[in-house]
């Protein structure tokens, strides 16, 4: 079953703007990551973050993460074409066990 | 480093028939997953290895698909007989350990049963 649930379904902005996703979950997690897929390719890891976390930055890439609403945003700042990808949320319940992943966002950036 | 392999990257079949996928993790990548994706969703695991032992297959339709990986380091999927829900692309991710929390993915393989 699918753990998470991301919001909006998909997405279109323009190079420049800021690019928010949002993720839902329905039990308590033990870390939270967001992943990133181009079109016909695998699936590669942004960033993690860990459950007593409330928010972490890497490069162009800020998310929080509120346990209490069992949700996460990813915000991807200054966007480029080439951040044009699936975005998705990925939850595992304990350390060891595997990863459960969302329906994704489709991000589109226009130049 | 190389990343994940897998292989064939596209395959075409007619249902009934049967299908093997082929996985090379990254080297000293302890933990192996399968995932199925089907179009429009987030992969859903199939199978986690760590070495040559079955960590996790609960979600594993074991009626036509199986899965191994003998010698602990590459991994092989097979479905038989194959139904057209199967079409989907596969998966294959690994990491160093079961406590480390990032998975590396290989390109998948996508299959279509008709």
């Known amino acids: 079953s699918q753990q998470g649930e991301e919001d909006p379904q998909a997405l279109s902005i323009q190079e420049g703007e800021n690019a928010t996703m949002n993720c839902s979950y329905k039990t308590s997690i033990n870390n939270l990551q967001w992943y990133r897929q181009n079109s016909g390719r695998g699936l590669v890891h942004l960033i993690l973050?860990?459950?007593?976390?409330r928010e972490k930055h890497s490069g162009r890439l800020r998310v929080t993460l509120d346990t209490s609403k069992k949700s996460s945003s990813l915000l991807i700042t200054a966007s480029r074409a080439a951040d044009t990808a699936s975005y998705f949320c990925?939850?595992?319940?304990?350390?060891?066990?595997?990863?459960?992943f969302g329906k994704g966002t489709t991000l589109s950036v226009s130049s | 480093e190389a990343g994940v392999a897998q292989s064939p990257r596209y395959k075409i079949i007619e249902k009934r028939q049967s299908v093997a996928f082929w996985c090379n993790p990254i080297s000293g990548h302890a933990t192996l997953y399968w995932y199925q994706q089907i179009l429009g969703q987030g992969p859903k695991l199939l199978i986690q290895?760590?070495?040559?032992?079955?960590?996790?297959d609960s979600q594993l339709p074991k009626d036509r698909f199986s899965a191994e990986r003998l010698k602990g380091v590459d991994s092989t999927l097979k479905i038989q007989p194959a139904k057209l829900e199967d079409s989907a692309v596969y998966l294959c991710a690994s990491s160093p350990s079961l406590s480390y929390n990032e998975q590396f993915f290989g390109p998948g393989t996508r299959l279509t049963v008709l």
């Open positions: 290895f760590q070495n040559n032992g079955v960590v996790d």
């Open positions: 990925a939850t595992d319940v304990e350390a060891g066990t595997a990863l459960i």
């Open positions: 973050i860990r459950s007593n976390e």
